[in-house]
């Protein structure tokens, strides 16, 4: 890689700059555009961003230029909830779905969760490694260049390991950057049916210490749901896992009121996820304790559901909102941030800014990355699209179009041949 490069005629560069905290209420709003303009980049980071007039005489004979031909530039997209690592897929119960069939009553016939729970505990590291680094492809391709990515088809110590090495490796890879997340709280094994107090005390008393100590995840997460866990059984996971210094998010209110969004707030949880349902009150409690709403709109689309979490609502309470994808293999097979993009701004009514917003500089927030990804200013890793098209609006309006971004993480492009 070049030491020095030079990103020339952006038509139009939306920076996302602006204070170093996630965004909310009008600051949502507020994409930084710079017309005509170029960035510097040194050694992977970014050092200059501005008017290509301005920065010209500061660009050394010897840089690598990268002409943007007059289109649009935008960070790469920060996609802060998936469920990256499994095995096989589960299209047969997308035909049941789209046949009149629930998610909780393919769940309850022992699908959902549990079947892909079998696909990925019979599964070696590699294999799971292979189709994940394809799903991670996927990703890369739509324009996404930092990845969250969480166990939970384990529900057993090999497995559930086994997915967090796999994700280590695809950090390793330096592709995109990789968060890795603890799940082992995401549904009760088959195994434990009968002794679910047994699953929880071991979750939180051996499995959490044993991967803290051996530092394979960032966060721990738990699906606090009538399907899921109880409050108080995810409190005892939280504590544990917080006790050993890892971060907290939490799934909760996506089916029923009440799941588990006090709780967030009473922990201090980084995020609470999904909120389809969440109410005035939890939003209030969310607000007050610093939590930021992960918002999974494509969950929603692929249930074919119409319970969209109340976005406006957040904004106007001020509460700095994070859209993701939810990529997993049943509710949400969807790796394409522009997506849910569009479904953000067609069924949650956000901006297209605000929605742009959501995706990168508060996601990256929300993995504690803010500082280094998520926005385009001097210091941060240069990590950004080239668009095929000239203006932000058109990665909501054009909805699910084969776009085709040029894709830089570190100052690299690419390659996806």
């Not at 210490?209 to 005892?236: K, N």
Request: net charge negative.
């Amino acid at each position: 890689m070049p030491n020095t490069i030079a990103v020339i005629n952006i038509g139009q560069l939306v920076t996302l700059a602006g204070p170093a905290r996630p965004r909310e209420s009008r600051e949502l709003s507020e994409p930084g555009l710079i017309t005509d303009a170029a960035m510097l980049i040194q050694d992977g980071q970014i050092e200059a961003v501005g008017k290509y007039s301005d920065l010209l005489p500061t660009i050394p004979q010897f840089a690598h230029v990268v002409d943007a031909a007059g289109h649009c530039v935008t960070p790469g997209f920060v996609d802060a909830h998936t469920h990256l690592v499994f095995a096989g897929n589960r299209a047969a119960e997308f035909e049941q779905r789209v046949a009149g069939q629930t998610y909780q009553q393919i769940a309850e016939n022992g699908g959902g969760i549990l079947r892909t729970v079998r696909l990925t505990r019979a599964a070696s590291e590699d294999e799971l490694f292979a189709q994940a680094r394809r799903h991670l492809a996927w990703m890369m391709r739509c324009g996404t260049t930092t990845v969250e990515a969480k166990s939970g088809y384990g529900l057993d110590r090999d497995t559930e390991l086994r997915m967090l090495r796999v994700i280590a490796r695809l950090a390793d890879e330096g592709f995109a950057t990789v968060i890795p997340t603890l799940l082992a709280a995401h549904a009760l094994p088959p195994e434990f049916s009968s002794h679910r107090a047994a699953y929880v005390r071991w979750v939180a008393n051996d499995f959490i210490p044993e991967v803290a100590e051996a530092r394979l995840a960032a966060f721990c997460d738990a699906f606090c749901d009538e399907h899921g866990f109880t409050i108080d059984e995810t409190r005892t996971i939280l504590e544990a896992a917080s006790h050993h210094g890892m971060e907290l998010r939490l799934h909760c209110e996506q089916f029923r009121s009440g799941s588990g969004a006090e709780l967030a707030a009473a922990m201090r949880c980084r995020t609470a996820d999904h909120l389809e349902v969440a109410t005035r009150e939890s939003l209030l409690a969310l607000k007050a304790a610093d939590v930021q709403p992960v918002l999974l709109p494509g969950s929603v689309f692929a249930l074919g559901s119409s319970a969209y979490p109340p976005a406006r609502l957040m904004i106007d309470f001020e509460m700095p909102i994070v859209l993701a994808t939810d990529f997993n293999p049943g509710s949400s097979p969807i790796v394409s941030m522009p997506f849910i993009l569009s479904l953000a701004c067609l069924h949650m009514g956000l901006s297209p800014a605000e929605a742009l917003t959501a995706a990168t500089i508060n996601a990256a927030w929300s993995l504690g990355l803010g500082r280094r990804v998520g926005s385009i200013e001097a210091g941060k890793q240069a990590d950004f699209l080239i668009h095929e098209f000239d203006d932000y609006r058109e990665l909501a309006y054009f909805i699910a179009s084969p776009a085709h971004p040029r894709v830089f993480t570190s100052g690299i492009e690419i390659n996806f041949a």
